[in-house]
């Protein structure tokens, strides 16, 4: 499926509408996060959009992560200037 769409100026940003039957195929709705990558296909450089469910959510973060991580206590220092510490 393919539509001709035209790029908007957005701010500092460009911006492109996606069309209903795009959105419908890819399951989106306003307000879905979406991850978009530069990448090269037989005809050329293109874009790819994939639908993502969080954006920062801790298990994707930590996702393929091995290591032994161990929370701890660091001690900053004593206040400087007028900021509170609790």
Known sequence: MSHDVAVAQWGNALGIRIPKESCLRLGLSAGD??????????????????????PFCLEGLFEGYGGDYRPELL?????VGKEVWL
């Open 75 to 79: 001690d900053w220092g004593k206040p």
């Open 33 to 54: 996060h979406v991850d978009v990558e530069v990448a090269e296909t037989e005809g050329g450089t293109g874009l790819l959009v994939r639908k993502i469910d969080a």
